[in-house]
């Protein structure tokens, strides 16, 4: 049984670049053929008759093969199913919808032209899943590929595009509307481009600014966003009314999950009032909570910037007798920006982050592993994300308090630890050189890295391939690397957060050695956060 082989098998032969999604659901099962075994062959569909080894593969004619040798002791059939992403579209509500050719095709075409025309088709996809269990059944969701259409939906020299930044600053806003700009009046020829102030409150209470190349040159150098931001404001009516009187045809939403909310509604009213208008989003944070794709962008040069802050702190507390630096970064739900800076770093004792409970007092807590820290080392570096331990700091609940765009205002858990720590040494008239350092805004008030401003370039151009294509109401983002259409609705239905069970965690745990703080991990008796001297059972416990 060496050699099993992995054969979809499929009575009609799919006609060439068919989409995954158009097979339905397939059975696999498992083939045994020994000339196959020296054809190196992976996970991905080969169509038989376009293989070079015609003289193999003959009895295999009009056959799907999915992927190479399998364990032998795997027979039963796996059930895959292949379901299309509901991306929504124009032609979902009008039915009078003119197509053109790609600029790229005209002959006259002056704008930038790829040298091999490599258009996407639709029936092309990006899958959800790369890793699977070979034993499991798979419901796989398709997404349309990003990328130029050989037929769009507007005459680029009649189209007028709006673009919009939202919510928190993030490295690489600039880059995004530089590149956005740049794609619709190279690749599209597209003359009318407006840069609306202030985020969604711009759209009706401020004058729009002109974008064209020359103005937006330089503005990927430059941190913020030229466009200016704002939390609040979003009165969907209004916005509306602003793009319909100015007869925008395609808006660009730049912004997190808020803005992402916002802009699903923006493009279910369009559609309800039957315009020829699409919205699409570029998914911004440095927080990386947004789920589905890959990571956010910005969130690399954060993390970048974060861990200078980190570097900074090690060097303080290596100087100062029993030194303990607190480094507070952002992260509201999700500590990623914490957990990467802190990896990255190498130099953190105990990291911090909103996805893990943490117990500070008593045996097993936090303040016992920073005895531990300063017995062993003589040194600490803690970092906290700013939404991790809000049992301790939060407001009370009953007036809970929230910003412009309804988000929850947190408590300052970084000071509360300094305060915390130093009074528990102080008690023990214990020295301790304590050193607090928050670099808030300094990690994505800054210009993109290299490599956020290649991804922002992409994420932009992907976003204007998708809105000449006539899709709407979509989110553009990379999925295992590859670029693809995702419905905004699906977007905002989760927060993307760090996964407890994944590899990555446990590297971040056996880098700073930090033992688990969760309540469920401390002995009876030891639970709660202001139990400090319940149930003494050592001198040791007692300053805990
Ligand atoms: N549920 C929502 N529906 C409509 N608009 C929203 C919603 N949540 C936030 N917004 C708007 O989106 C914009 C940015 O939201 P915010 O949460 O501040 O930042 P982010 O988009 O980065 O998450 C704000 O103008 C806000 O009013
Ligand atoms: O002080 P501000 O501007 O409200 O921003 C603080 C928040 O912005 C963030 O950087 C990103 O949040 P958004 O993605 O919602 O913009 C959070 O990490 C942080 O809590
Ligand atoms: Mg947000």
Request: net charge positive.
């Amino acid at each position: 049984m060496e050699n099993v082989h992995w054969i979809r098998q499929s009575k009609e032969a799919p006609p060439e670049r068919s989409s995954m999604a158009a097979f339905g659901s397939v059975a696999v099962v498992p083939f045994q053929h020994k000339k196959l075994s020296s054809v190196n062959y992976s996970c991905r569909y080969f169509y038989a008759n376009g293989w070079k080894k015609k003289k193999k593969l003959r009895f295999q004619r009009k056959r799907w093969i999915v992927s190479s040798t399998c364990p032998p002791e795997e027979t039963s059939p796996i059930s895959v199913s292949f379901t299309s992403a509901p991306v929504p579209h124009l032609s979902h509500f009008l039915t009078d919808l003119d197509t053109f050719p790609h600029p790229f095709l005209l002959q006259d075409a002056t704008s930038y032209r790829p040298l091999n025309l490599n258009f996407i088709s639709e029936q092309d996809g990006v899958i959800n899943k790369v890793v699977w269990n070979k034993q499991e059944p798979q419901n796989l969701v398709v997404y349309p590929r990003a990328g130029p259409r050989e037929r769009i939906v507007f005459d680029p020299k009649s189209v007028k595009a709006a673009i919009v930044t939202c919510g928190g600053l993030c490295p690489g806003l600039n880059t995004v509307i530089r590149e956005l700009t740049e794609c619709l009046r190279y690749q599209y020829g597209v003359v009318d481009i407006f840069g609306v102030l202030q985020g969604y409150r711009g759209f009706y209470s401020k004058e729009w600014i002109r974008l064209d190349p020359e103005r937006v040159d330089a503005i990927h150098k430059l941190g913020g966003t030229i466009l200016g931001s704002s939390r609040g404001g979003f009165d969907l009516n209004k916005i509306v009314d602003a793009i319909v009187q100015r007869g925008i045809h395609q808006v660009y939403v730049i912004g997190g999950d808020g803005t992402i909310r916002g802009a699903a509604q923006l493009s279910e009213e369009c559609r309800r009032r039957k315009l020829r208008v699409t919205v699409a989003s570029i998914p911004k944070t440095i927080d990386n909570d947004i789920p589905i794709i890959d990571k956010s962008f910005g969130f690399d040069t954060a993390v970048q910037e974060a861990s200078k802050a980190i570097d900074a702190a090690h060097t303080e507390v290596s100087c100062f007798p029993n030194g303990i630096g607190i480094v507070k970064l952002m992260g509201r739900n999700s500590g990623f920006i914490a957990l990467y800076a802190s990896l990255s770093s190498r130099e953190v004792d105990c990291c911090l982050i909103p996805e893990v409970p943490f117990v500070i007092h008593g045996r097993g807590g936090l303040m016992e592993y920073v005895a531990k820290c300063l017995s062993e080392r003589g040194k600490m570096v803690l970092v906290v994300a700013e939404g991790a331990g809000q049992e301790y700091v939060g407001n009370d609940p009953s007036v809970e308090q929230l910003d412009a765009s309804g988000n929850k205002k947190l408590g300052d858990i970084g000071h509360f630890l300094y305060e915390e720590i130093e009074s528990t040494w102080k008690k023990q008239g214990m020295e301790v050189s304590m050193k607090y350092i928050d670099p808030t805004y300094m990690i994505r008030a800054v210009a993109s890295n290299a490599s956020d401003n290649i991804y922002c370039t992409l994420l932009a151009h992907s976003a204007v391939h998708g809105a000449f294509a006539g899709y709407t109401g979509f989110t553009v983002g990379p999925i295992h690397g590859r670029h693809a259409y995702i419905p905004m609705t699906e977007i905002v239905t989760a927060q993307k957060q760090v996964d407890l069970r994944d590899r990555m965690w446990s590297r971040l745990v056996n880098s700073t050695g930090q033992p688990d703080f969760s309540p469920r991990n401390i002995p009876k008796g030891f639970q709660g956060p202001c139990n400090i001297y319940s149930s003494p059972q050592s001198s040791q416990e007692s300053i805990l």
